[in-house]
């Protein structure tokens, strides 16, 4: 198994910029296709941004596309979320979370494939 430790959350304006980071330890990383969720206040978890084992296929949320860029770094056994033009809307906790893939190189999209989960990190964007 994996375990995840997410990083990097904050309290920044409108507009400004964060990183989140996902640090993954055990087994190894390139097992495993990862994303991001966040969950807001009231509201269930949603899909942000995914990335294949091999990081060559990605695929993200009409709300954040364009802004956000998820990205891994197989030597450092990282996850990353760059996130840019910050709106109070982002504002949520999130979440990095790995599936186990054997074979094949996809990414997925919903909560329910993912196999762990990190504790999550709070992103809060003041307007």
């Known amino acids: 198994q994996v375990q995840l430790v997410e990083s990097g959350g904050g309290l920044v304006q409108a507009g400004d910029s964060l990183r989140l980071s996902c640090a993954a330890s055990g087994q190894s990383f390139s097992r495993y296709a990862m994303g991001w969720f966040r969950q807001a206040p009231g509201k269930e978890r949603e899909f942000v941004a995914a990335?294949?084992?091999?990081?060559?296929?990605?695929d993200y949320s009409d709300s954040v596309k364009g802004r956000f860029t998820i990205s891994r770094d197989a030597a450092k056994n990282t996850l990353y979320l760059q996130m840019n033009s910050l709106k109070p809307e982002d504002t949520a906790v999130y979440y990095c979370a790995a599936k186990t893939l054997n074979y094949g190189s996809g990414y997925y999209t919903m909560s329910k494939h993912y196999d762990y989960w990190g504790q999550g990190t709070q992103v809060t964007v003041s307007s």
């Open positions: 990335i294949s084992r091999s990081g060559g296929s990605t």
